[in-house]
């Protein structure tokens, strides 16, 4: 279970002060399929970037299984970013000279298996998400929704319990961005989906709870979530990722 509290991040260039979060707390369920709405400017990518890791907060706290991350070291924010969570992005963020399978393949972090069961695992994502018989093909060789797909394979192939997902339709047309919303919606019914966009035509269609942002406050939650003590894992629950 993911849950920030007051959790606050200013960005000091020069003499300015951007007051990026103020004040955010939010609870997530296990599996949902979350939309972060709000105008350009609102904390959407640094709330996303928080969460993931990417991104240190000022104050306030990132619950992790019910454990705080204040108590996290460099390995155990190593572990989170590289098991725990997936990300997506606008731009896909592929290497264009590689293979789709290769691309794939890459991002497995888990250690310990063979080439033959990484090859087998790359394949596998690469075929949920429709592009089994394109593996061969190199990003260039692909049009905007499938280099998406790609991104998608390749930040699910740990099979993370979080998917994290910025503007993931920004660079699409309608038709395309609607069949990556499905895809994320059916990702997001055995995980946790946070998605950014500002589109609230899709967010509205797809997902299970919005939202909203605004000057780094949330305004709106459509379905707020409070999580019972006795929900918290008990320790033998407690390991960080999921292989
Ligand atoms: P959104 O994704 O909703 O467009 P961001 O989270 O990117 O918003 O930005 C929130 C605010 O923080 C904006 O005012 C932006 O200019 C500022 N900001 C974001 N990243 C940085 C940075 N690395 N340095 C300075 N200011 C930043
Ligand atoms: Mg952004």
């Known amino acids: 279970m993911l849950q920030i509290q007051n959790i606050k991040k200013q960005y000091k260039t020069g003499y300015l002060i951007q007051q990026a979060l103020d004040n ?23 709330l996303l970037n928080i969460i993931g890791g990417l991104d240190q907060y000022d104050s306030g706290e990132l619950m992790i299984n019910g454990i705080s991350t204040k108590k996290y070291r460099d ?6 970013r590289n098991h725990t969570v997936g990300f997506v992005f606008q731009s896909y963020n592929l290497i264009p000279h590689q293979s789709i399978l290769a691309n794939v393949e890459l991002a497995l972090t888990i250690s310990g298996i063979s080439r033959r069961e990484r090859r087998q695992r790359a394949e596998q994502v690469l075929t949920q998400v429709g592009l089994g018989d394109q593996l061969h093909k190199r990003p260039n060789q692909m049009s905007g929704g499938q ?10 192939v740990n099979n ?3 998917l994290l997902a910025d503007e993931p339709t920004g660079a699409l ?10 895809l994320l919606r059916e990702v997001s019914k055995e995980r946790l989906v946070v ?3 500002h589109n609230s035509e899709l967010a509205e269609r797809y997902s299970t709870r919005i939202v909203k942002l605004q000057d780094g ?3 709106d939650d459509s379905a707020p979530y409070t999580p019972e003590v006795g929900e918290l894992p008990t320790p033998k629950y407690q390991s960080m990722g999921r292989v």
């Open 24 to 46: 955010v707390s939010l609870s997530f369920r296990d599996s949902e399929f979350v939309s972060i709405l709000g105008p350009s400017g609102s904390g959407k990518t640094t």
């Open 75 to 80: 390995k155990d924010w190593d572990s989170y």
């Open 217 to 219: 406050r949330i305004t």
């Open 195 to 197: 998605m950014v966009t």
């Open 160 to 162: 993370p319990s979080i």
């Open 147 to 156: 280099m998406q797909r790609v991104a998608i394979a390749r930040a699910l």
């Open 173 to 182: 047309d309608t038709a395309t961005s609607l069949q990556i919303m499905e």
